[in-house]
């Protein structure tokens, strides 16, 4: 089966995936596979194929991608996003709401990032978010990807803090397009929340969280194991 999970704060993908191989087994079937992952503080849409489902995970994996969220202007970390320390401050307060709209636009398109440092991609057969940990900065070659859409707007309170919606292809670092905006605007900027709102036609509306799945299954479950007890 394909199973839509909203994914918690704090977890993991493999935390997702662990959980859900734990119902899997009882039920029969050891292979959960993720059709693309998300950052530990992200939240959001992330499809999990069950059993001989797995085959489809590329499929699901090249669709189109839309998520929400909230950048902070004029402050920079080393991972682009909160999981580190500030590390660069630079004066925001010049960039106004139509700077955000157009700098925003001026992105739409066929574009090339350079992944961050803390990233899982591979260098020389090391993970790179290794090496960033160790203080280590590693040639990163370009990457290209495509920004269909990108919307962003200001905080109606706090007027440091930006939010936005980009729809983008497979490949996108969504915190590499939050510190390249703020580039652009003569500042920088670093991802403070993330939500993946959809993949393809598949709508984080209609995903389970972990805790109604878990519900959900187990008088299944309960009545698959007794079954095999008999």
Request: charged fraction near 30%; proline fraction near 3%.
């Amino acid at each position: 089966m394909v199973l839509l999970i909203d994914k918690p704060k704090g977890w993991t993908s493999f935390d997702v995936v662990g959980k859900t191989r734990w119902l899997s087994r009882r039920m029969g079937s050891k292979k959960v596979g993720h059709c693309g992952t998300l950052d530990p503080n992200a939240t959001g849409l992330l499809i999990l194929c069950v059993g001989k489902a797995t085959k489809m995970v590329d499929s699901f994996t090249g669709m189109d991608k839309v998520y929400t969220g909230t950048m902070k202007l004029g402050e920079g970390t080393p991972s682009q996003d909160c999981c580190e320390e500030v590390d660069e401050r630079l004066p925001w307060e010049h960039v106004s709401d139509a700077d955000l709209a157009a700098g925003a636009k001026a992105m739409e398109g066929d574009i090339k990032q350079i992944p961050p440092m803390f990233s899982a991609i591979k260098v020389k057969g090391e993970r790179l978010y290794k090496a960033a940990r160790r203080g280590e900065t590693v040639e990163r070659k370009e990457r290209a990807c495509t920004i269909n859409s990108f919307e962003v707007w200001r905080d109606k309170v706090d007027s440091q803090l930006a939010h936005f919606r980009v729809d983008c292809s497979k490949g996108t670092y969504v915190r590499t397009l939050a510190h390249d905006l703020g580039r652009n605007l003569g500042t920088v900027a670093h991802l403070t929340e993330l939500r993946r709102e959809s993949i393809g036609e598949h709508s984080v509306e209609d995903a389970w969280t972990v805790e109604s799945l878990f519900e959900a299954c187990e008088p299944q479950v309960n009545a698959f194991v007794a079954s095999k007890q008999m």
